[in-house]
């Protein structure tokens, strides 16, 4: 089955420090989402992309969060500098146009100590 | 202050009955409205989902109920099984040309043996 590739799977940092989180959506799916998961929350929708191009980053702190898709095989959520309350699950997930069945990838699971 | 965790709402069935998972939605233009399954440690799975011109979808052991009137939707799953065990959100699109979902807060279903 065709999947999500998400790394790293956990990453520990310390505040202050620069994180990036990278995704491999399912090729052939020209939207990409990312999700941000907390107890608090719940999930979040951070930013997405279609072509490559971003459509919404509303939902994302600008100052220190940027959202990019260099290529269609990869697309990237950079956070700097971190804060403790970064700390969440952040999920990549991708899908053709118009399709609501999202395929989601196994997630980053980010501690900013 | 102190913080309060995300409690979500338990429904714990007998393994080979039937489970009813609800949600209310709050945005009446929603175009779309959809079912996940997400596992311990893994990224929400597609179940099933439903336009918002029908009012009952049925898959493979599953059936979506929507009442566009008091604003409810419903997970209907036959037959629960000890692999049905995960948390379930409803999505709905308050948007429908931009493929964009948005999560609801989650119940946990569990399955007593």
């Known amino acids: 089955d065709a999947r999500v590739t998400q790394t790293p799977r956990h990453k520990v940092t310390e505040m202050g420090q620069e994180v990036t989180m990278r995704c491999q959506p399912i090729l052939g799916h020209n939207t990409v989402f990312w999700y941000r998961q907390t107890m608090m929350q719940g999930l979040e929708l951070l930013a997405y992309f279609r072509n490559r191009a971003p459509l919404d980053d509303s939902g994302m702190p600008k100052d220190r969060f940027s959202a990019e898709m260099p290529d269609a095989t990869l697309a990237t959520l950079k956070i700097q500098p971190s804060e403790p309350r970064d700390s969440a699950v952040y999920f990549c997930?991708?899908?053709?146009?118009?399709?609501?069945?999202?395929?989601f990838g196994s997630g980053t699971r980010l501690t900013v100590v | 202050g102190e913080s309060v965790g995300l409690h979500l709402p338990t429904l714990s069935v007998q393994e080979g009955d039937n489970s009813i998972i609800n949600c209310a939605y709050s945005?009446?233009?929603?175009?779309?409205f959809i079912w996940y399954k997400q596992e311990s440690g893994k990224g929400p799975q597609f179940i099933i989902d439903i336009r918002s011109n029908m009012d009952k979808r049925q898959g493979q052991r599953v059936t979506v109920l929507l009442n566009k009137t008091v604003k409810h939707l419903s997970l209907q799953i036959a037959a629960t099984q000890p692999g049905d065990s995960a948390v379930y959100f409803c999505a709905e699109t308050p948007w429908s040309s931009a493929s964009k979902i948005i999560f609801g807060s989650g119940t946990r279903l569990s399955i007593r043996p």
């Open positions: 945005n009446s233009a929603s175009d779309y």
């Open positions: 997930a991708s899908a053709e146009l118009g399709n609501y069945g999202y395929t």
